[in-house]
């Protein structure tokens, strides 16, 4: 896939770029075990002032770097700005906390006596160089939220993003070295996928993150693998929204619309599958479809926007057939299933509701990445819990009901990473965010974003 700048709104290649070399490559690794080497002696104060300084500096640069992942990926502009104001908050939160975060551990003196200790701490250290591979839906945030806690643990980081977001990915390796970190710390490597595998089992990388699809997760744990490296995996996410009858049907309804197209639709978390009660599900499907139908869908750099182009045209594809597959086997179209008219340019889809989904379509089990929302008719609450839990992926999860068991029910039962009750699904740092099932597993963001790349380290010293 070629290193490129391809705007989705118009189809037009506007930079391309050639990939490092095999000595290129070799260079950042050396780079980043040199940095390394040193930045993991340095002090959580010096860290945090760096972390600080860059996110000074984003601050300031939040207009033009918003244009730019508009326009390498297509998310209107407001979200794009919005989701930089939210990389800023997310390293002062980490430059503020990482110290406590990372303080040792200590048991209760009565609970190591009989070890023959005098003291005993758990204390973490910084596993070394880790290698980022982000994809291009959040192409900004995906990379930040790894980062910010990696660096303040005092390891270093190389970056390996998308190939459609390459200024963006070349945005984020200047942004640390302009802050004054160690020339090393966080390097952007513009590579194809086809050389992930050789950086991974360098023996200079210590462990790998990875945001994207359920094949990338696998191909890189399996590599990761072979070589007994730690990994952290956030795959794919059919995340259900339950409408219990006891929820605000209006407030689910409009909130339901924006948890679907957020990101035009392209996004892990976003909500899919739409459960409804039998006794509420008219009245829902009638609002969460007139809000669907009543967005504006057009060129994401006007902010009167609602839902841009999909990023690429292989993945407007890849929704269409979805759609086919499940109107060819007898599902109804609510509102949308086809490209908008007068977008003749560009990777547009329209914002879809469908029904009457069954088990033998394709887009029962498979994740839609793009503004197309499935509903289900249940008639109880076992029935939503089993609806729910009926695919591969576990990555969030929203409940709308003001009953109190219910909701009991619901956090004990979902295979989820997250249980939101009455509202959508959000990342914020101080809140642990990931998957079971195909979704992933680790954890980012919180205290255990943080310590994911940490050795967590006994220290036991003997009793005089």
Excluded at 55 to 70: C, F, K, P
Excluded at 260 to 280: E, L, P, T, Y
Excluded at 398 to 403: K, P, S
Aim: aromatic fraction near 8%; proline fraction near 5%; glycine fraction near 10%.
């Amino acid at each position: 896939m070629p290193i490129a700048t391809v705007n989705p709104a118009t189809g037009e290649t506007l930079r391309t770029f050639d990939p490092l070399g095999p000595g290129e490559i070799d260079q950042c690794l050396a780079d980043a075990a040199h940095a390394f080497a040193a930045f993991r002696t340095t002090g959580f104060a010096q860290r945090s002032a760096l972390l600080n300084r860059a996110a000074d500096l984003l601050e300031g640069d939040l207009d033009d770097i918003a244009r730019t992942m508009t326009i390498e990926m297509g998310k209107p502009l407001a979200a794009a700005r919005a989701e930089a104001a939210k990389c800023v908050k997310a390293m002062r939160w980490y430059a503020t906390h990482a110290e406590s975060l990372l303080a040792d551990e200590r048991p209760a003196d009565a609970d190591v006596r009989d070890s023959g200790a005098s003291a005993v701490r758990a204390h973490y250290r910084p596993l070394g160089v880790v290698l980022a591979v982000m994809p291009w839906n959040f192409p900004l945030w995906q990379v930040v939220r790894f980062a910010a806690p990696a660096l303040m643990a005092g390891n270093v980081g190389l970056l390996k993003h998308a190939s459609n977001v390459p200024q963006t990915a070349l945005y984020l390796g200047e942004l640390f070295e302009r802050a004054g970190y160690p020339h090393g710390c966080f390097q952007t490597l513009l590579i194809g996928s086809d050389a992930v595998e050789a950086v991974l089992r360098d023996g200079r990388v210590a462990a790998a993150t990875l945001t994207g699809s359920e094949p990338a997760g696998r191909a890189v744990a399996s590599v990761a693998g072979s070589e007994v490296k730690k990994t952290v995996l956030e795959l794919g996410g059919s995340d259900p929204f339950v409408v219990m009858p006891s929820a605000d049907i209006e407030r689910a309804a409009s909130t339901a619309v924006v948890a679907r197209v957020q990101n035009n639709g392209q996004s892990c978390i976003a909500a899919k599958r739409f459960i409804v009660h039998a006794d509420v599900y008219d009245e829902f499907a009638e609002r969460f479809t007139a809000g669907m139908a009543a967005l504006t869908v057009g060129d994401p750099l006007q902010e009167t926007t609602d839902v841009g182009p999909l990023a690429t045209e292989r993945g407007r594809a890849d929704l269409e057939e979805l759609v086919d597959d499940a109107v060819g086997r007898g599902a109804s179209v609510l509102c949308g299933g086809r490209r908008p008219p007068g977008h003749d340019q560009g990777w547009f889809y329209e914002p879809t509701v469908l029904a009457g989904i069954t088990e033998d379509m394709r887009i029962d089990q498979e994740e839609t990445f793009g503004p197309v929302a499935t509903l289900y008719r249940v008639a109880d609450l076992d029935a939503a819990v089993e609806r729910a839990n009926h695919t591969p992926f576990g990555l969030s999860s929203n409940v709308w009901t003001r009953d109190e068991a219910e909701v009991d029910r619901f956090v004990r039962d979902l295979q989820a990473g997250g249980v939101y009750v009455n509202g959508m699904t959000a990342s914020h740092p101080a809140l642990p965010f990931g998957g079971v099932k195909r979704s992933g597993y680790g954890r980012e963001l919180s205290g255990h974003g943080i310590r994911e790349f940490c050795n967590v380290t006994t220290v036991w010293q003997a009793a005089s």
